[in-house]
């Protein structure tokens, strides 16, 4: 990557432990060739997402040959519509101080034979969004993907489709769609910089699958989802980023983004945490009867090393309550709010992680 650049990408079949497996955690951060943790403010870790996919043995290994049924995602219990946060695992520039770690005799089960179609095998791929802003003109709204910062195409407007596939207008002011693959942050004039290779290196712990192991279900909740019902039928209308306006009301209170969601099953909390950009406030998931569930605050660098970037996200502090004690139920509805500083910010992200068990141990 050379300065400025943008990086969106996905990378199929990656490295998975093979077989019928728990997983316990699933950790990740960029590096550069030497194998050397990247600071944020050189190159920012916008997000990776690992996403479970199942593939047709027979697929082609022509794009032009394939058929929709060959591949599909087999994507996690949330409620967001479509292939909106699909993924198990992923967050962004929080992720060195973020933990995956799942306590025993809970894991995440993964490669059940019983659970995968006849003539397929299961998969998964990493979507990653990098954005080096070294030699950016604002390198705090480099990394929101703010329009303004970037060199668009003059047609971009005119060609870029918005989440529900329609074509995007002007009043969209920053996020993923002007975060693209090769496009760049726009530059200080006469700044140069050297390119270099820069990887996501990820680490995952598992066990192989057994009669101790409990299986928890991945919940990944959107506190823009815009939940209606038509009938007896709950729509969900996940966003998956936000923008919070210049003219937010201001002043010493944050900005709060709040999403009412359905929960058609249940099950024992076990661990909760958020997925946030700088500028969090903090992150509240709430049950039907306004108990707190879980409430996920962030950390900021004070230093200059990879992991402790001064004025950085470098953490999302993570809940794990005694094993029984919150229980989710059938049907229940959840509050999740999302708060940041109360300033103009494009690109903002509210998503709420919660692993469920339906049973607990004897």
């Known amino acids: 990557m050379g300065p400025g650049s ?51 043995i027979t697929m082609s290994p022509n794009p032009k040959l394939r058929r929709p049924e060959d591949a599909f995602f087999q994507r ?3 409620t967001c519509n479509g292939g909106i946060l699909p993924h198990y695992w992923g967050f962004g520039v929080e992720s060195r101080g973020t933990t995956s770690k799942i306590p025993d005799p809970f894991a995440i089960e993964q ?9 397929y095998e299961e998969k998964w791929l990493l979507n990653i969004m990098v954005i080096d802003t070294r030699g950016a003109q604002d390198k705090k709204a480099c990394t929101q993907c703010r329009c303004d910062q970037m060199n668009l195409p003059k047609d971009f407007y005119n060609v870029t489709r918005d989440i529900h596939n329609q074509k995007l207008t002007t009043n969209y002011k920053g996020g993923l769609f002007c975060c693209q693959d090769n496009l760049q942050c726009k530059q200080i004039e006469g700044f140069q910089g050297s390119r270099r290779m820069v990887s996501l290196r990820y680490k995952i712990s598992w066990v192989d699958w057994n009669i101790y192991q409990i299986p928890v279900k991945v919940y990944i909740l959107d506190s823009t989802d815009k939940v209606r019902s038509n009938g007896s039928k709950i729509l969900h209308d996940c966003l998956a980023e936000y923008t919070i306006p210049a003219t937010g009301g201001g002043g010493d209170s944050p900005h709060v983004q709040k999403a009412n969601i ?9 661990y909760g945490t958020a997925h946030m950009h700088s500028g969090v406030v903090n992150a509240t998931l709430y049950g039907q009867d306004g108990r707190t569930l879980c409430t996920s605050t962030p950390k900021y660098g004070t230093g200059k090393e990879a992991g402790n970037e001064k004025g950085y996200l470098i953490g999302m502090s993570v809940c794990y309550p005694q094993p029984g004690s919150i229980k989710i139920h059938d049907g229940e509805i959840l509050t999740l709010e999302s708060r940041y500083k109360n300033e103009f910010r494009t690109g903002a992200m509210g998503h709420f992680y919660i692993y469920l068990a339906e049973e607990l141990p004897q």
């Not at 359905?262 to 076990?270: A, C, D, F, N, V």
């Open 111 to 119: 490669g059940n034979p019983t659970k995968i179609k006849n003539g």
């Open 262 to 270: 359905p929960m058609e099953k249940g099950g024992y909390l076990i």
């Open 76 to 78: 996690n219990e949330g």
């Open 6 to 56: 943008i990086a969106t990408k996905t990378f199929e079949n990656i490295k998975f432990p093979k077989g019928h497996v728990g997983i316990k955690s699933f950790d990740a951060e960029l590096v550069d060739q030497e194998g050397n943790s990247i600071p944020s403010y050189e190159t920012y870790l916008h997000h990776w997402f690992a996403i479970k996919y199942h593939q047709n």
